[in-house]
């Protein structure tokens, strides 16, 4: 792996949303971490059989992965349920590609209704709601990446 393949790698990953990723191949080993905030930004380490180090700065996350909500809109939020990811993977909003979407802006939903599919490793996790409401926000693009406990969704419970 040459340095270009590394450096690849290293925008791919921050771009992602993915926090962390180890890799190993042969005598290789790259850990690349990221943060979330985007308020800092951590260091790659590439281990070689010559225990050669290389290290890169990794970009920070766009500020647009991390929405930083103004404090007026933070309070407007404040009233609505967030349905967020219990895991990490792929955020999907239809089963399937030739399927229309589980829910839209404005629906509304009850309990147990499924809300979207999250796939990790080839499994396809159906998120159900866990409250009766109406859809007013959906915060994550098809086809995305998300964290553990990231937000998907705000519901209006009333």
Not at 18 to 25: G, I, P, Q, S
Not at 27 to 44: A, F
Not at 133 to 157: A, Y
């Amino acid at each position: 792996m040459d340095l270009k393949e590394i450096q690849n790698l290293i925008k791919f990953v921050s771009n992602s949303g993915v926090a962390e990723v180890k890799l190993e191949t042969g005598d290789i080993k790259i850990t690349i971490r990221t943060t979330l905030e985007g308020n800092s930004s951590d260091i790659t380490y590439v281990q070689a059989p010559m225990q050669q180090a290389i290290a890169a700065p990794v970009a920070a996350i766009p500020a647009a992965a991390t929405p930083a909500a103004p404090v007026a809109a933070a309070d407007e939020n404040a009233k609505y349920v967030t349905i967020k990811s219990p895991m990490i993977g792929t955020f999907y909003r239809k089963p399937s590609p030739d399927k229309p979407v589980f829910v839209e802006v404005g629906n509304t939903i009850s309990k147990g209704d499924v809300l979207c599919v999250v796939e990790a490793m080839k499994l396809f996790n159906e998120i159900e709601a866990e409250i009766t409401g109406k859809i007013v926000k959906i915060l994550v693009d098809d086809m995305s990446p998300v964290e553990f406990d990231q937000p998907l969704f705000l519901v209006d419970p009333s």
